[in-house]
């Protein structure tokens, strides 16, 4: 096995442009905004008219995301971070201008997976199941490729550090233990649409590493 060399932190606001930068707008799961079809569900706590004993529903940060200097902190001064295990939950209050979401919800509902073998995969996230039509019809709902493309690239970067790699392998095993009961490991990869014709952000994810 190759060994791994790891760099000293996460570029955020690079990782972040490969979600903005494309020739017809955002890099998104589809051409049009989708929070229009579930009425932004992945935007709502779920959690809310459960009782306090229920914790609030959000998206998990990346590592050091929300710290102080991270644009997380600039963009969201109003946003409650709560701590979920070894890492931090994000709950807005459902609106946010769409270029300055977190990480989390630029990739949803996909998330980069780090399998066994050391390969960074875009996955479907079991845990978008309930909350996410994209995920309930992926069979007939088909992904633009330069996302997906953005995700395994997001994963990329993120796992050249130790602790990004750490968080893949944690979020990875947890994906793996929904699968035993949703099986979504079983199904094909998330179906791309070719890429878009003249869409130069998408031509340099295709040749990226």
């Known amino acids: 096995m190759a060994r791994i060399y790891f760099t000293g932190s996460i570029d955020y606001r690079k990782i972040y442009r490969l979600f903005d930068e494309s020739a017809v707008g955002a890099v998104t799961p589809l051409t049009a905004d ?8 992945c935007c709502r706590d779920l959690s809310a008219g459960c009782g306090d004993a229920v914790s609030p529903s959000g998206m998990l940060l990346f590592p050091h995301e929300g710290e102080e200097s991270a644009p997380i902190r600039e963009n969201w001064p109003e946003a409650q971070i709560f701590p979920a295990g070894q890492d931090s939950l994000f709950v807005c209050g459902g609106h946010c201008p769409r270029e300055k979401r977190p990480l989390a919800c630029r990739l949803f509902p996909l998330f980069p997976y780090d399998g066994e073998d050391g390969r960074i995969r875009a996955v479907y996230d079991p845990r978008a199941w309930r909350v996410c039509p994209l995920v309930r019809e992926r069979a007939h709902v088909p992904l633009r490729r330069d996302f997906v493309r953005a ?3 997001t994963g990329r970067l993120v796992a050249r550090t130790e602790e990004g790699r750490g968080f893949l392998k944690r979020q990875s095993e947890e994906i793996d233990e929904i699968n035993r009961f949703l099986r979504l490991d079983r199904e094909r990869a998330p179906i791309c649409r070719k890429s878009l014709r003249g869409d130069p952000a998408a ?3 295709n040749n990226a590493e």
């Open 34 to 41: 989708c929070g229009t079809v579930c009425g932004g569900a």
């Open 151 to 153: 995700v395994c690239r």
């Open 203 to 205: 031509e340099r994810m």
